[in-house]
């Protein structure tokens, strides 16, 4: 979503706030490394999964389990993207910068 421009990143560090080029780099790492780990590793466990069952039928409902749960997971994403970028601007922050009794050391 960073790299195509449609949600800006936060990136806290200690150095200062990171420039556009950092995050760049940072989004083009997480799909080049980590996306592609996490895709090894679902296809592993499926593997794994597949030889514990003995017959055609349950072969066949865990490969519609399978297909059903991802479906779901990603429409799932794709629903809260959706909403979460036509709701980011109507949003007010989750903790407003005023100053209450609390913050004021008062009792």
């Known amino acids: 979503m960073h790299l ?7 990136h806290p560090q200690p150095n200062g706030p990171w420039t556009e080029a950092e995050k760049d780099n940072a989004a083009l790492l997480d ?5 592609p780990w996490f895709l090894v590793q679902g296809i592993t466990l499926a593997m ?12 066949r409902r865990w490969t519609f389990a399978m297909a059903g749960g991802s479906s779901a997971i ?5 629903v809260l993207t959706i909403t979460d970028s036509q709701a980011s601007s109507a949003v007010a922050p989750p903790f407003p910068l005023e100053r209450t009794a609390l913050t004021d050391g008062a009792s």
């Open 74 to 78: 990603s429409v799932f994403g794709i």
């Open 31 to 35: 799909l080049a490394i980590f996306e």
């Open 48 to 59: 794994a999964g597949w030889q514990y069952l003995s017959t055609a039928r349950s072969r």
């Open 4 to 10: 195509a421009g449609r949600r800006e990143v936060d």
